[in-house]
């Protein structure tokens, strides 16, 4: 640690309320206690990590992909535990001194923890009481279920991961996660995320991406808010989406749309879904314009009258400021296909991220500026306000003028945990219930200033 002007005690005391229950402090629960403490540490460099260690607190620190896949860092992890603990380690010391993440790759790296021990030159406990591949020794991984259960029921893989990482890690690798393997000694885990079959996950692919003639007319099996469960378990049980789409051969990019053509994120799957809801005739085509220019517009939907509306899924909208330069890029080609699209007198209705997320909202925009009121009775759908901000207290300049408030105080953009600690935290509730972000809120302060 370098010797910096720092106030020890305003540390101290940031440390012990940091600490959790075990005398564990992470980033987040210190950042949380002092922001203002947590980036001076951290523009002066301060090791606040090594100094909590020296008070008895133990840490926790993200690292980055694959740090434990290797050799030497593992290597160097068994020497530090052997130097802090001053005697023979086994390995349940890794995660009492906090490394219990590196457990579940000691075993695929050096074969077993007693080659572990060997290639880091340290000595092994006797007492250990987990041999090499101890994960496959049923009798040994019913008997630490037993520790934890209260009947048949044990507790969720968080709580477990608390107690202990590297059975959790294990199990999950042994069976593919840590309900199945509770499942497979006999207990129960209460409030278990859903698992995912190997014919499940195909039956979510297809209706994902396979073309709809291959659906048997069953749109409602997958709703789109399972997408990213879906695709989570995909990936956990084929390793890549990309994987799943060759076993079915299928390389063609994009999500199906109940229409038969494939559309190229999830707020264009969702308007498409409720297009076919409510019944409208749609279309996704190129258009050739009179100047010999083409366009290709998101959807493009025939009313009753014969007149056809224009339909383009914003990703972001004027609420929004471009923060990168990809941003910036893309709301350039969007003003100018925009500009295009109305010079030739294309009637064109925008939908941004905000009423995408208000599925209300998105409904009634579609039936009134999309459809014209023109809805089919068949749909079964019910008109929908198109009001997003409560006109009793926080509108969009109510939410502003108080941040803006909370940032003068600050001297700078106040965060979420800014205006909690300022006594607004139904700014940061109102905020995210309307479908906005703080990134929007930032946006909005220096348009306004």
């Not at 959790?168 to 859903?194: D, N």
């Not at 695709?231 to 390389?251: C, Y």
């Not at 929004?320 to 893309?330: F, G, H, N, R, V």
């Not at 600050?410 to 139904?426: C, D, E, I, Y």
Request: glycine share 8%; aromatic share 8%; proline share 4%.
């Amino acid at each position: 640690m370098t010797d910096l002007k720092i106030d020890y005690a305003e540390l101290d005391a940031a440390l012990r309320e940091a600490a959790d229950e075990d005398a564990v402090i992470r980033a987040a629960a210190l950042r949380r206690v002092s922001r203002k403490l947590y980036d001076r540490l951290a523009r002066d460099r301060f090791d606040w990590r090594s100094y909590a260690r020296s008070k008895g607190y133990q840490t926790k620190t993200r690292v980055r992909r694959g740090h434990w896949n290797q050799r030497e860092t593992l290597i160097e992890i068994i020497r530090e535990v052997a130097r802090d603990k001053g005697a023979p380690i086994i390995r349940d010391d890794l995660v009492t001194y906090g490394y219990g993440s590196a457990n579940q790759h000691i075993d695929g790296v050096f074969g077993g923890f007693a080659n572990a021990c060997e290639a880091a030159g340290v000595q092994q406990s006797a007492r250990s009481g987990r041999a090499d591949h101890w994960i496959y020794d049923d009798e040994w991984v019913r008997e630490e279920f037993r520790k934890h259960a209260q009947g048949s029921a044990v507790p969720t893989a968080a709580r477990m991961r608390q107690a202990d990482s590297a059975f959790e890690a294990l199990l999950c690798q042994r069976f593919g996660s840590y309900a199945t393997g509770a499942e497979a000694f006999g207990f129960k885990v209460p409030g278990a995320r859903k698992t995912w079959s190997d014919e499940a996950v195909m039956r979510g692919y297809r209706h994902y991406y396979a073309p709809i003639t291959e659906r048997d007319g069953k749109m409602s099996d997958f709703p789109l808010g399972d997408y990213s469960k879906w695709l989570r378990a995909a990936q956990n049980r084929f390793g890549s989406l990309q994987r799943v789409r060759e076993l079915n051969n299928d390389l063609e990019p994009g999500l199906m749309t109940p229409y038969g053509f494939r559309v190229d994120s999830q707020g264009e799957a969702r308007v498409a879904r409720i297009l076919h809801m409510l019944g409208a005739t749609v279309q996704r085509q190129r258009l050739q314009l009179p100047d010999g220019t083409h366009v290709e517009p998101d959807f493009a939907v025939q009313r009753n009258d014969g007149t056809t509306v224009f339909v383009e899924v914003l990703m972001i909208d004027d609420c929004t400021l471009p923060s990168t330069k990809k941003e910036t890029d893309y709301q350039r080609r969007w003003d100018h296909k925009h500009d295009k699209m109305l010079a030739h007198g294309l009637r064109v209705v925008t939908i941004g991220p905000v009423t995408l997320r208000d599925h209300e909202a998105l409904i009634g925009l579609i039936q009134k500026s999309v459809l014209g009121d023109e809805v089919s009775p068949s749909s079964g759908a019910v008109p929908a306000s198109l009001t997003l901000h409560s006109p009793v207290k926080w509108t969009t300049e109510k939410i502003t003028e108080e941040v803006q408030r909370v940032a003068r105080l600050l001297g700078r953009t106040p965060s979420q945990s800014a205006l909690r600690r300022f006594g607004k935290p139904g700014i940061v509730n109102v905020i995210y219930r309307r479908g906005y972000n703080m990134r929007w809120v930032h946006s909005r302060i220096k348009r306004s200033c």
